[in-house]
């Protein structure tokens, strides 16, 4: 296995790190303050956050994470994706390389047709709209998708949409134009032939924003809509694939997606172990630094071990998407999924733990960064079901014999 990155990726991240050192990072005040004087209820987007996307695409640093756009590879992207972790709500959308956008941009560039890609694909790509992905539902468990029970219906030239949604990520952002909607075509079918995807504009009549969801009572700027669909319709031209697609779409969604999803929580790991390590050589207990401190040493020393095991596992799944392609590395991709957000969330508890009441203020960052990664354990697929999937690969070795 080999690591090591492009030359082309090497240059991307010496100029990405510098730009989210200079650029970024120094305008998350900014941002966090528009937030704050707006309320949560409030979902427009910070002024400095187009600022710095004229600026990102001026410095070529724009749709990284599309092969098709950027020639990077998985291993690639991966070392730029950690870099936007260190700044969750600014660098990936600044960059253009912002979930769920990038899922949905994945999924129009390898199923969509030239019409939903000149309506869709080209605004996303060049940041002058943004999507969502209706996929989870608040009356059944959506980790099984067979469970979805939206339904799409045939009618003539239409599609008629009935359903509810949550966790429909973005639609609440005043950009967002198009919804990416799961639903079911055919309930009677096989399991995994009984989904499709559908484009659902926003503005289309019976398409109904509910309300907002929080995680753990953080207001994302995007927002996380429950969305009710009451006798949606638009045209059979809006099916992405053919019907019964739906469920493998989301599998080659859900590929890459996850190693973005994954490096983030890393970069994230870094800044609280880098914001841990600050505190500790700068605060006094007891008659002396608390980096002097045993406790505050293992704590460095863990959180140094458990980062650099969770990338190492990332960037070979990595690897073995490029290599083998996601469904040749999905249980390498379902590993990734429980460990890494497991280790970020023990360097972020520990940074926490090290800044005392700071640390769970809104005067750092980590509170925030905790809360997103322990919901990142449920989305996405839920650790359960991620174990159940690596246990069963594993088991397929020993019923083979091999």
Sequence with gaps: MDFALSPTALDYHRRLERFLHDRIIPAEVEYDRYRRERGPADHSVPPVVEELKAAARDAGLWNLFLPAESGLSNVDYAALAELTGWSG???????????????NMEILHLFGTDEQKAAWLRPLLDGEIRSAFAMTEPDVASSDASNIQCRIERDGDEYVVNGRKWWTSGVLDPRCRVLIVMGKTDPHGPTHR????????????????????????????HGHGEVLFEDVRVPVGNLLGKEGDGFAIAQARL????????????????????????????????????????????????????????????????????????????????????????????????????????????????????????????????????????????????????
């Design 89 to 103: 709500d600014l660098a990936p959308e600044v960059l253009n390389c912002a979930a769920p956008d990038t899922g």
């Design 255 to 402: 590929g890459p997606g996850r190693i973005h999803h994954c490096m983030r929580a890393i970069g994230a790991a870094e800044r609280a172990l880098d914001l841990l390590c600050r505190r500790a050589v700068s605060r006094v207990a007891f008659g002396r630094p608390l980096a002097e401190q045993g406790m505050v040493q293992e704590a460095v020393a863990e959180s140094r071990i458990a980062i650099d095991q969770a990338r190492l596992l990332t960037l070979k799944t990595a690897w073995m998407i490029d290599q083998f392609g996601s469904k040749g590395a999905m249980q390498a991709i379902s590993a990734i999924k429980v460990a890494v957000p497991r280790a970020a969330l023990a360097v972020i508890d520990r940074a926490i733990q090290v800044h005392g009441g700071a640390g769970v203020s809104q005067d750092t960052p980590l509170g925030k960064m905790w809360a997103w990664h322990r919901a990142m354990r449920i989305f996405d697929g839920p650790d359960e079901v991620h174990l159940r999937s690596v246990a069963k690969a594993e088991l397929r070795l020993h019923e083979s014999g091999d």
């Design 194 to 221: 009984q989904q499709s995807m559908l484009l659902v504009p926003l503005s289309t009549p019976g398409v109904h924003v509910v309300r907002d969801l929080s995680v753990f009572g953080y207001a994302d700027q």
